[in-house]
């Protein structure tokens, strides 16, 4: 079974996230808004499907990250969270919450053993671009 297919997303808690937003823009050219900015991309094996990875800061006091006390989290792309999830369980892996699904995908959030929280999310699709 293929667990991690890619990155999903970077994101970092700072003391003035739009402050960042425009730090980033203006000096490293990052076309942000509100949440963040979107790297779209083409799988290299199959360049009909699109995907992207996200990049977000966060306020220090969001309570995205819990339980983990790091100012960062990574989101990993993977494929069939469900059996995933199952597979984790079994190794005893910390599992935060329970799957959520949204139009964009499913989610989970697993800690590793140092109490970085990940982010598992299994894009709705993985589109095929027209």
Avoid at 11 to 27: A, H, I, R, T, V
Avoid at 74 to 79: H, P, Q, S, T, W
Avoid at 102 to 127: A, M, Q, R, S, T
């Amino acid at each position: 079974m293929k667990k991690v297919t890619g990155l999903g997303g970077v994101f970092f808690k700072c003391d003035d996230p739009k402050g960042m937003n425009e730090w980033y823009s203006k000096n490293l050219g990052l076309p942000t808004s509100d949440y963040g900015t979107t790297f779209e991309w083409r799988h290299a094996d199959d360049p009909s499907k699109s995907g992207s990875t996200s990049w977000c800061t966060f306020p220090q006091n969001t309570e995205y990250f819990n339980p983990s006390a790091k100012p960062f989290m990574i989101n990993y792309r993977v494929e069939d969270l469900v059996a995933l999830v199952e597979e984790l369980k079994k190794e005893n892996v910390t599992i935060v919450d329970e799957i959520a699904e949204y139009d964009y995908g499913k989610f989970v959030h697993v800690l590793d053993p140092e109490g970085n929280i990940i982010e598992l999310w299994e894009p709705k699709d993985d589109e095929a671009a027209g």
